[in-house]
């Protein structure tokens, strides 16, 4: 299976990904097992990396439904991939931060287009959902075999990123990801925090409510 092919299962067909099928349904010479996690892997870098060109002949509906079947669907096996040993660690951190590109070069641009055309649709309230569950769903905290720490600090690297943006909805996903952070990487989130209340001084309530329920700011820097 290729690249474009597997964009067709995924987010048209809405069908389980690579690392699920059997090397015949794969369609490439692969062996059983991890091959198929690191071309999952792959396929998941350059998705994350170059969204609006991979997606960009779809329907903001596919384009919602089909993040949704990575993240909770039939295609999660694809994003599990990410915490398989047997893939190099090198390639489950390129595949993490390419994150940064989804969120703030195409789903927050995406969303705040949408929104300022009032074009409050089904697909926009599918990617939002998206966007706003995913460091809930995403499984490299949540599964019972966690990823290690590089693929944790990987992710706070796309959270920092998310804040700087200055895009509401990638500010609001960072926040909420880093209220689940926080426990094991307080001194990290706590700098992240002090950094955007000291470069924001006007927050919408949005904003204002997470950094309240989630860290119990409000709006002053973290002490």
């Known amino acids: 299976m290729g690249l474009d092919e597997w964009i067709q299962r995924v987010f048209v067909d809405r069908g389980p990904g690579v690392a699920a099928l059997g090397p ?28 609006a060109l991979l997606l960009g002949g779809l329907s903001d509906d596919d384009v919602g439904r089909g993040l949704a079947n990575l993240l909770e669907g039939d295609a999660r ?23 940064t590109h989804l ?21 926009f309230a ?48 960072a926040l909420k990801g880093l209220g689940y952070w926080q426990w094991e990487y307080e001194t990290e989130v706590r700098s992240l925090l002090n950094e955007y209340l000291a470069a924001h001084t006007r927050l919408s309530f949005s904003v204002q409510f997470l950094l309240f329920e989630g860290f119990g700011l409000t709006g002053a820097p973290a002490r």
């Open 24 to 51: 015949q349904q794969c369609g490439v010479r692969l062996p059983v097992g991890p091959s198929r996690d690191l071309l999952a892997v792959r396929y998941l870098t350059a998705l994350f990396r170059e969204p």
């Open 126 to 173: 599918e990617i939002l959902e998206v966007c706003s569950s995913w460091w809930e769903v995403w499984p490299l905290r949540y599964d019972e075999s966690r990823g290690p720490a590089e693929l944790d600090r990987a992710a706070l690297v796309v959270m920092a990123a998310q804040l700087r943006s200055g895009i509401e909805d990638c500010v609001e996903s």
């Open 103 to 123: 969120f703030c070069d195409y789903l927050g641009p995406k969303l705040a287009a949408m929104r300022a055309r009032g074009e409050i649709t089904i697909g």
């Open 77 to 99: 096996s694809d994003v599990c991939a990410l915490a398989c040993p047997d893939v190099p660690i090198d390639e489950r951190r390129e595949c993490v931060l390419a994150v």
